[in-house]
């Protein structure tokens, strides 16, 4: 992946990934099912969470600038009835879609990320919106017990927005300056540079090697690292080269 993704194929990428978590929700055995990939959380309070991130972004995109302070949440529960709960979803997302239609890809809003490589704009959150909804959907296909691969698309962006959004920061390495490679196999491949200064990344090319030999490198699809990256699957499931403690260490900074 060489590019950032359109805007409205992010939109149609949030659409798609709400509809294939009502989809789980619909299968799963009753709302009170556990989500292994979320301890302590039952499917409801899963869909809860998501269709509380839907609206709260949504009045993000419409009603916020850059610099503003957080803004609160609407306070409102889902529907518990399966029945409402589904149509409560849907218009959670149709309220975000919505939302980012009007305002646009180049609108400015509130985000809760420095602005190095993931700007506080609409298009970003709608980019951060969609591997939140993707996440999630796998989440509750575990919770139905039929997880499924991440679409690989969706995937290789999210892998590539996790490191531009939550990993790119200023706040200093607490070890010995360190580099991290992820390689995901027919989509891309990146370097995570971490010391003093922060943590930052680079996309690696396809056609020539590394500069120098990373600290660690892991090797998967591209669904595979954005799940060890969101922490639902382990990192002995992946190929790891090098220093594989690494991958513990940058998941326990906070």
Request: hydrophobic fraction near 40%.
């Amino acid at each position: 992946m060489t590019e950032h993704l359109h805007f409205s194929t992010l939109l149609r990428m949030i659409d798609e990934r709400s509809a294939a978590f009502r989809s789980a929700v619909a299968a799963a055995p009753d709302l009170g099912a556990d989500v292994p990939s979320c301890p302590g959380w039952t499917l409801y309070d899963l869909a809860n969470h998501l269709s509380e991130g839907d609206r709260f972004w949504a009045h993000i995109v419409r009603d916020t600038a850059p610099g503003d302070e957080r803004p609160t949440k609407d306070g409102l529960a889902a529907p518990r009835d399966r029945e409402a709960l589904q149509a409560w979803l849907a218009d959670s997302t149709e309220q975000l879609l919505t939302a980012l239609r009007e305002a646009g890809p180049d609108r400015g809003c509130w985000a809760w990320w420095e602005p190095l490589a993931s700007p506080h704009t609409v298009a970003a959150a709608a980019r951060r919106r969609v591997p939140e909804s993707m996440i999630h959907t796998y989440d509750a296909q575990l919770a139905s017990g039929a997880p499924q691969e991440l679409p690989p698309t969706e995937a290789a962006d999210a892998v590539e927005e996790f490191l531009a959004t939550v990993c790119t920061v200023t706040a200093p390495w607490p070890g010995e300056p360190a580099t991290m490679d992820y390689h995901a196999t027919g989509a891309g491949s990146w370097r995570q540079t971490l010391d003093a200064a922060g943590s930052r990344f680079t996309r690696l090319s396809a056609t020539e090697p590394a500069p120098d030999e990373p600290t660690a490198a892991v090797h998967g699809t591209a669904s595979e690292i954005a799940l060890l990256m969101y922490m639902r699957i382990p990192a002995d499931s992946l190929r790891v080269e090098g220093d594989a403690g690494l991958i513990q260490r940058l998941q326990e900074w906070d």
